[in-house]
């Protein structure tokens, strides 16, 4: 994790809480994905503050927050072994390995 964080660098207080919330995902995917995911996330921050628009530093952290939320949790069932999910979020169906299954159905 520490190769990803790019030390010496100036970072923004929005990124240190990005960095924080990789920790939501299984260290192998971080391991895997985090450096990818940061710069992901530098550019779009970047992109939205040259807008000017404070909305798109909005949009921008709830897309975070949203893929955060499905993602990490996502990650964690699979790195657990988990074959079934019961849940009414669709974003679980796009995961393979596990089946979403919607507990209100017939």
Known sequence: MQAMLGEGSPVSMGERLYRVMLFAYPIRFRRQYGAEMLAFARARSARAAGSGERFDRVRVWWFLLRDLS???????????????????DRDFQRFPGVRAIDPFAD
């Open 70 to 88: 499905t993602n990490a949790f996502a990650a964690l069932v699979v790195e657990h072994g988990v074959r079934e999910l019961w849940t009414l």
